[in-house]
């Protein structure tokens, strides 16, 4: 292609990412550029997880073991929660979040910030559920990749969220039987 051609085609491409975005948002700020960006953060840190474990040589399993899948699932919601809602990991967060106020036990309420592009990253490290992709990624390869370590974090992470269970079950029935 000659350099008129590709300039020619890069023009109407981003004419029509742009028409999309707007299309797509409507009266709202939907920043799917962001989003997009992110999305092809996500494929290469997986791509860069599988390279490294294709390069070690270990074994992927046919199927995940049942237990496997069920101390994941603990782990990761408890790592997810502790990242994108703790009051202790909110440094971490501050660079892209404004402190709004408490949201339940030692959980904070934060909003991403909207200048510099933060608000991407603030949407992402607000979010347990947009953390936990990574947390389960990062968890599945860290079983492939070293699994006696990973499994005891996983284990640390699952008694940490059975004590969080039993704390706001020990709440609930002190609150229940002393009628506050």
């Known amino acids: 292609m000659t350099t008129a051609t590709e300039s020619r085609l890069g023009r109407r491409v981003r004419a029509i990412v742009r028409r999309t975005g707007r299309d797509y948002a409507g009266a709202q700020d939907r920043p799917l550029g962001g989003y997009l960006t992110t999305m092809a953060g996500f494929g290469a840190y997986t791509a860069a997880w599988a390279a490294a474990v ?29 990242l994108s809602k703790a009051s ?42 947009c953390v936990s992709v990574w947390v389960a990624s ?27 269970a039993l704390q706001l079950a020990h709440s609930a029935l002190v609150d229940k039987t002393t009628g506050e």
């Open 54 to 82: 294709r390069l070690r040589g270990r074994p992927v399993p046919d199927r995940p073991e049942p237990w496997d899948v069920v101390l994941t699932s603990v782990a990761t919601f408890r790592l997810s929660r502790l």
């Open 88 to 129: 202790v990991t909110s440094p971490l967060r501050a660079p892209f979040t404004r402190y709004v106020g408490t949201q339940g036990p030692a959980e904070l309420h934060e909003e991403a910030r909207s200048e510099n592009g933060r608000d991407i990253v603030g949407e992402l490290v607000t979010c347990p559920f």
């Open 138 to 164: 990062t968890l599945t390869a860290g079983q492939l990749l070293w699994p006696r370590a990973t499994r005891t974090a996983m284990g640390a992470l699952a008694a940490l969220a059975g004590s969080d």
